[in-house]
């Protein structure tokens, strides 16, 4: 591997998994892999608009057959997008094993279960787009994470008329099967997602019919009926901070369980709702809590790729535009992998900042006299990536960059900033 070209070594999950796609074709103007290389790239290096990125893929990386006139066809196209979601998918198949410091390996009640996150995510609508109300709405997607892997996929786009689609709309619309993430049959899968999903009735078709859990918080002003006390083991160190389990039910006539967590550093006080009836309340709480490594890819999106506005105006380019995204994410998350294993070289700075983070926690805790589920303490790596990790990803792209070289320059700047 020392002499290979870095680029190759990060493109090879694609590589692999192209040979065997159902929609390649052979495209004489913009070939599938330089499309998918360009989608990567249009996530990852920083362009003004389409045409910026256009003319800097023609004059300096020399895709002499690309214009501004197929390129943006090749956004519209279907068959191009359904290569892009088939690629998404193999990957994540090829690497469901992935070593990623799973926050849940050492809790066994979970052992049977797929988790993922769940959310919407925004940005803006590109320069032309009006709807035919003559309004412009911001671009809403849908993306799910594998909270074990940190791998992410892309589940829909929101479709306005005339007015805003709503998150919990879109997904009734997916279903039940497809929020199963490609799971097989018989595995029962947690999606973890903010307020926005909450429907009991939509969750009661979801577990019968699908095998999908749902976690969330309890919504403000929300009526609930108590129905009674669930005993739970408070000497336990992961149900620490846990105040209340109840079985509840609401106007709709589904029963539910309603968990209230007092976090022991801030006081601020928490209700979870889910119609997982078994597992231990504290872990329930750790669920949601472990959501948050979503919203650091979304920050991730928005803050190192600068990912904020729609390519394209058409369904077709917007879903082509988030599956790029999901696919940039997911080769850094297996070059991140792949580091650790091969090179035993860690993005240090981040792992630096959780272990301090975390010694103030414990010395607040000590003056307090409190405790706190200790899994909140263990250091995991975190979806979010430096931008100087970011960076170097890129230059491979734009020049000639043998792996060991990659090696030489990235160990420093993964051990501390510059």
């Excluded at 590589?15 to 495209?27: F, G, W």
């Excluded at 803006?124 to 993306?143: D, F, L, M, Q, T």
């Excluded at 879903?319 to 650790?340: D, F, K, P, R, Y």
Aim: hydrophobic letters at 40%; proline letters at 4%.
């Amino acid at each position: 591997m020392n002499d290979q070209n870095a680029k190759t070594i990060f493109m090879k999950p694609v590589l692999d998994s192209y040979v065997n796609l159902k929609s390649k074709r052979n495209n004489k103007a913009i070939s599938d892999l330089d499309f998918i290389e360009m989608g990567i790239r249009r996530v990852m290096e920083h362009y003004a608009s389409g045409r910026d990125f256009i003319q800097s893929m023609i004059d300096e990386f020399n895709f002499e057959k690309l214009s501004t006139d197929n390129f943006f066809k090749a956004l519209k196209s279907p068959r191009r997008l359904k290569l892009m979601q088939e690629l998404n998918k193999a990957i994540i198949e090829n690497y469901q094993m992935l070593k990623h410091n799973d926050p849940f390996a050492t809790i066994p009640e979970l052992n049977e279960f797929k988790i993922y996150a769940g959310d919407g995510h925004f940005h803006s609508h590109a320069s032309h787009e009006r709807h035919e109300n003559g309004k412009a709405y911001p671009v809403g997607h849908i993306y799910s994470m594998n909270l074990r892997t940190g791998l992410m996929m892309h589940l829909d786009v929101l479709r306005p008329e005339d007015k805003m689609e709503n998150e919990i709309h879109a997904l009734q619309r997916l279903g039940g099967p497809a929020l199963r993430m490609g799971e097989p049959t018989g595995t029962k899968v947690i999606l973890v997602y903010d307020r926005a999903c909450v429907d009991f009735k939509v969750w009661y078709i979801w577990k019968q019919g699908s095998g999908v859990y749902v976690v969330t918080r309890k919504k403000k002003n929300m009526n609930l009926t108590p129905l009674g006390d669930l005993k739970f083991d408070k000497d336990n160190p992961i149900n620490a901070g846990i105040v209340s389990d109840q079985q509840v039910s609401h106007s709709h006539g589904r029963l539910i369980r309603e968990i209230v967590y007092i976090d022991p550093i801030t006081n601020n006080k928490f209700s979870f709702i889910t119609n997982i009836m078994t597992l231990p309340p504290g872990i329930i709480a750790y669920l949601y809590l472990k959501r948050w490594n979503i919203e650091k890819g979304f920050q991730k999106f928005k803050c190192i790729y600068k990912e904020q506005k729609a390519w394209a105006t058409s369904n077709t380019a917007k879903l082509i535009q988030a599956n790029s995204l999901c696919l940039a994410h997911n080769l850094t998350v297996i070059m991140g992998t792949l580091l650790e294993d091969k090179e035993k070289v860690v993005d240090q700075k981040i792992i630096d900042k959780q272990e301090k983070r975390f010694a103030k926690i414990k010395e607040i805790l000590k003056k307090k006299n409190r405790k706190i589920n200790p899994l909140l303490l263990k250091v995991f790596k975190s979806t979010m990536m430096s931008c100087q990790f970011i960076r170097l990803i890129v230059i491979i792209f734009k020049k000639n960059t043998c792996w060991n070289e990659f090696i030489r320059k990235l160990r420093p700047r993964m051990e501390e900033y510059l």
